[in-house]
């Protein structure tokens, strides 16, 4: 068996024909290598809509490498390898090569599997720098040595004053960083008028083959899969950036926090699933997004907002993954300790929000930021649920789920499991929030306004509970302090029905 130069993996989450791998490539001595292993799908959780996702976006961007004459080995489903280490072995024993090459991965687990697996082949891996982000490399972890309380604002500013986006010379365009407080409007009571709706792309026929496979080679995965409609391809991605500068972006700061049922994408970009597989580079969607307000075809507070996202959070939430890579999964600051729900896996509920939002994420894989924070995530919080089940749940139920983004944003974000590191406080509310953002509660048999009694919103009642189980927490903020204060000022009486209505609803809640 004569001996080839280096083996260069390509995970699901690595279809940038921009990376590294690509730049000294030979033909002659080196390899491509892709595998569709089942355990990323049935021994870590992963929904019909996700793992086709992945799946059929890897296949299309295999066909390209072929086209473009690139020598790959490609594992399918049919080849029935359980993990990247049996396939990669399996491959090690039919080649030799000097040395393994991959962009590092977006999840320590992945990570620590094909470092494994190469010691166990006694072949030497290089792990090459992700170039996909804004930052670069170590240029977070040097912002954070010098910071005692990391927070996303001041962390965004450096970034737009050192790539200077929408910046005019050391001042922000418009006089403020941000416009946060112009961005959460809601739809009223006549809800959302002339929805531009979003480009949808039809499976075609590699998407085809990739659900029958599913279908066969791994059954009884969670969600529904006929509604599928997520770009796959480059040229998709591009399209689906141009529809959203177009016809999106320009409201997207208005409703960034509004939620109405049966309208998923309302005015969100639906670009997350791109990025995060890197068909789109965040870089090419900030330029495009600057560019339409350099042309006033978009106003500032919708362009500044959105690029927020991306500068700010995006970059943030990756930042901070790599800070605590190996304790996230440890954490849990509230002590949290009851299992997940069922209804997250079938949407069964009388509480209309959630029943639309977990629906939404059974038919498309997908929520905006807000259904995940102040609905789905929210009630995990004010339940309890423990950090580890309600990560696994955003894992693998969103098709844009890949742990150095899911994580930040579940556990810290969404589930204060790190006490304070991702955002300065819980993120609680109770119905009244859901009712002001929505029009969820006019459909729902409960009351948002009641925290007691049987009409009463469980997010209400497990609102005030939560906000007396975690006094000492609250206290110290001085916003959520006040909360507190309200609690004290509540009768006897009035608590212990609160009281009473949560055990009702921890007893009978399945
Ligand atoms: C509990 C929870 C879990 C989440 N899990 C994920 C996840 O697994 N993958 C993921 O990409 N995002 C995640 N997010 C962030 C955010 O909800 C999604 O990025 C967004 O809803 C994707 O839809 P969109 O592309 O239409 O986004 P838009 O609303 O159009 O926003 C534009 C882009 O900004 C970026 N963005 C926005 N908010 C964030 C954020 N908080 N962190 C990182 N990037 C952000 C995304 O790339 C997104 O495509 C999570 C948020 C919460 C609260
Ligand atoms: S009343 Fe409560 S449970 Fe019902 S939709 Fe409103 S917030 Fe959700």
Redesign the pocket.
Known sequence: MSELRYLNLILGDQLDAESLLFDDFDSQRDRLWMAEVSAESTEYLSSKQRTVLFLSAMRHFAEQLKINSYPLIYWTLKDKKSSFPEALSATLKHNSFEKIRCVLPGDVRVINEIQQCAKGSDIEIEWLADQHFISEKGEFKAWLANRKQPRMEFWYRQLRKNRQILMENDQPIGGQWNFDKDNRKSFGKKGPSKLPAPLLFEADDITRQVTADVEKFLPNLYGNIKSFNWPVTRQQALEALKDFIKHRLKH?GDY?DAMWTDEPWLY?????TC??LKLLSPAEVIAAAETTYAKNEAPLNAVEG?IR??LG??EY?RGLYWSYRDDWLQMNALNARRNLPTLYWDAESEMACLHHSVKQVLDHG????IQ??MVT?LFALLWGVKPKAIHEW??GM?V???AW??IP??LG??QYADGGIVGSKPYIASGAYIDRMSNYCQSCPFNPKQASGENACPFTTLYWHFVDQHQDLLSKNPRLGMQVKNWHNKSQEEQQAISQRAEFLFRNLP
């Open positions: 997207f960034q969100h970009s639906r670009l997350s990025l995060n959105f996202q991306i959070w995006r939430v997908y929520g905006h930021h995940r924070l995530g955003y894992l969103y844009d789920a890949v983004v899911e944003n579940t974000m969404s």
